[in-house]
């Protein structure tokens, strides 16, 4: 079992210590390739990253495009939210498109250990 490390934005902290959120979505670069099933996350909330919470993962699901991934999900996790899922995509200027295209997206499903 591995402890990766990641930041995030206060809205998605919150709403994973409010157990609303148990999907983390990223593009799948080398850092998050080495993330398997099992393996523990800490995320530290942004900006001062003094507060964290840890989750362990339980699934990986891999798509070609933030599109395809935000398709799969948008109504579990988004409806609430926006209007489609191309809305999410508008909505996530985290990523470029040649990174998309490089190294696909994964939506890394977690339970929340201890807040």
Request: with cysteine; aromatic share 14%; glycine share 2%.
């Amino acid at each position: 079992m591995k402890n990766h490390i990641m930041r995030l934005h206060p809205e998605p902290f919150e709403r994973i210590k409010k157990g609303i959120k148990d999907i983390e979505y990223r593009v799948n670069d080398e850092k998050r390739r080495t993330i398997q099933i099992g393996d523990v996350i800490t995320f530290y909330k942004r900006p001062e990253e003094r507060e964290s919470l840890t989750v362990v993962v339980k699934d990986l699901k891999y798509y070609d495009s933030l599109l395809e991934m935000f398709t799969a999900t948008f109504e579990r996790d988004f409806k609430d939210r926006y209007h489609s899922p191309e809305d999410v995509v508008a909505d996530t200027p985290y990523y470029s498109d040649e990174e998309v295209k490089k190294y696909g997206c994964v939506a890394i499903y977690f339970d929340l250990l201890k807040k």
